[in-house]
């Protein structure tokens, strides 16, 4: 069956790094469109990042560009997240999402649009 297994999530300082990870199983990972996603307590998710196809373009949230990198392994079918000079306001938890390539909805930050999703994995940054 389909599983997007996150890890990498924890506890840092304003300022630290984490990487997330995603690993894919159960579906053609290279004909998936990906995204992460994040939703803190009392607030709605919104979209992180997302990456396409292949060699994958990509496109950050206004909030995080400069900050975060969203990268895929199309032979291990993992999708990252590389998030540097964290703050606090990016605490919440944090999820992978899968949208076919085709349809139109590549490159969406509408959760609507995604079709698999992970459990998510926290992040917390402390000031």
């Known amino acids: 069956q389909v599983q997007l297994v996150e890890s990498g999530g924890g506890s840092v300082q304003a300022g630290g790094s984490l990487r997330l990870s995603c690993a894919a199983s159960?579906?053609?990972?290279?004909?998936?469109?990906m995204g992460w996603f994040r939703q803190a307590p009392g607030k709605e998710r919104e979209g992180v990042a997302v990456i396409s196809t292949g060699v994958g373009s990509t496109a950050y949230a206004d909030s995080v560009k400069g900050r975060f990198t969203i990268s895929r392994d199309n032979v291990e079918n993992t999708l990252y997240l590389q998030m540097n000079s964290l703050k606090p306001e990016d605490t919440a938890m944090y999820s992978c999402?899968?949208?076919?390539?085709?349809?139109?909805?590549?490159?969406?930050?509408?959760?609507?649009?995604?079709?698999?999703w992970g459990q998510g994995t926290q992040v917390t940054v402390s000031s």
């Open positions: 159960g579906y053609p990972f290279s004909w998936y469109c």
């Open positions: 999402a899968a949208v076919p390539a085709y349809g139109g909805n590549c490159l969406s930050f509408r959760a609507s649009a995604y079709k698999y």
